[in-house]
């Protein structure tokens, strides 16, 4: 049997037809390490405010437990990648978004000149938006891991080194919160998105209003748009 168009499996696979007017966005693996990264993500936040403001930590108290939790909650964040890793949809979209391609670049000059019609903003299976946010993230999620495990092991380092890493660590970690609630509040006003999160599905008129291009490659088999060059 053929692999249907939107769907992940190789040809030569039996696969599950994709519902009518819908087309498969995400596997379950997919879901599964976006979802766990998600919670990890919201406890390290939620223990660090617990910590980092006073009102807060009295109101909570169990320091100790706090710390813990935040500690292996920060530690296990790269678990859910690493663990995707074994899905070959996870590694195709991880290629897609180390790949800036000319239609990005065109995305990105209608959204500084406001141009809002999906026309002006041509994107693949992720725009331009999306691909800055994992770079961003992923960069900002091992410069916190290492500025964490420099605070766990304190006492090995001088005092400039402390300073430094808690600096730096308290810096970054304030810039995260703003640019997930923003990513929150993009995902908000964006139900079918999120529903494709849920589910695995988006409706066909969703994606080919705002991901025309993927939904065009995945109809003819490819996965990278043209003249791409990677971004890291």
């Known amino acids: 049997m053929r692999s249907t168009a939107g769907s992940t499996a190789p040809t030569g696979t039996a696969t599950r037809p994709d519902p009518p007017g819908r087309v498969r966005r995400f ?34 108290g169990r320091r100790h437990l706090m710390v813990t939790l935040h500690e292996w909650s920060g530690i296990c964040l790269p678990v859910p990648f690493l663990l995707g890793l074994f899905s070959s949809a996870f590694r195709a979209d991880l290629r897609r978004l180390n790949r800036f391609a000319v239609y990005d670049r065109q ?21 331009a938006g999306q691909k800055l946010f994992a770079g961003w993230m992923a960069g900002a999620v091992l410069v916190m891991m290492f500025t964490g495990l420099l605070m766990w092991f304190m006492g090995l380092l001088p005092f400039i080194s402390r300073t430094s890493a808690i600096f730096v660590h308290d810096l970054l970690a304030w810039a995260i919160t703003f640019v997930l609630l923003g990513h929150m509040r993009k995902a908000f006003e964006d139900p079918e998105a999120r529903l494709g999160m849920r589910t695995g599905y988006v409706s066909r008129s969703w994606a080919e209003r705002y991901h025309s291009r993927w939904l065009r490659q995945e109809g003819d088999g490819s996965h990278d748009g043209p003249r791409t060059r990677r971004t890291t």
């Open 107 to 127: 995305w990105l000059r209608a959204v500084r000149r406001r141009r809002t019609s999906p026309g002006a903003r041509p994107a693949g299976k992720f725009n």
């Open 27 to 60: 596997t379950t693996a997919e879901r599964m390490v976006h979802r766990a990264t998600g919670y990890l993500m919201l406890v390290c936040l939620v223990t660090a405010a617990c910590l980092y403001l006073g009102p807060l930590a009295q109101l909570v």
